[in-house]
């Protein structure tokens, strides 16, 4: 593999700027930087062991022995908390694998940056990890990053302990 297609933390900025990237109002780029740093610093929202435990579970979906749960907004609010669907597993008896569009899908790709609100050119919402969904806040904010990493994160973590007190309960109840 050529130095030029190996993935680092950072070579997304080397790929072609979509036509409706972000742009954030004077005196926020520098938010962004610093912001981006404090992100690199971070832990990963994921571990390798879960990649690989995922890994493994796509295999028995391959083999007939898990089903496939997919679920999630085309694009979540940080206000949004929905886990319904965590409930397959206990009414079928069937392991279920969730895949699903949460915890992190908080972007929303538009066609173009404006649109038409109340008879007024607004920006248009691109999801809350950029700006607000109230038309009256559609200036893209840096700090809405943060927010995004640390919504994931909380959604992951009541994620992975439900799964854990799921696997709790099965060893003590037989489930």
Avoid at 55 to 75: H, M, N, P, S, Y
Wanted: glycine fraction near 6%; charged fraction near 25%; aromatic fraction near 10%.
């Amino acid at each position: 593999m050529s130095s030029q297609h190996t993935w680092t933390p950072s070579s997304w900025r080397d790929k072609t700027v979509n036509p409706y990237a972000i742009e954030y109002p004077n005196g926020k780029d520098k938010d962004v930087h610093t912001i981006l740093r404090r992100l690199s610093l971070l832990p990963p929202l994921v571990t390798s062991s879960e990649a690989s435990e995922l890994r493994d579970q796509l295999r028995e979906v391959a083999l007939g022995q898990r089903f496939i749960w997919q679920c999630g907004d085309c694009a979540e609010l940080f206000e949004y908390y929905e886990f319904s669907c965590l409930l397959f597993t206990r009414l079928t008896d069937i392991p279920t694998l969730l895949i699903g569009r949460m915890a992190g899908q908080y972007g929303k790709p538009r066609n173009g940056l404006m649109e038409r609100v109340k008879g007024c050119d607004v920006q248009k919402f691109q999801g809350d990890v950029i700006n607000s969904i109230n038309e009256t806040r559609r200036d893209p904010d840096p700090k809405r990053l943060l927010e995004a990493y640390f919504s994931s994160g909380c959604t992951l973590n009541y994620m992975r302990s439900t799964a854990q007190s799921d696997k709790c309960m099965e060893s003590t109840t037989g489930i």
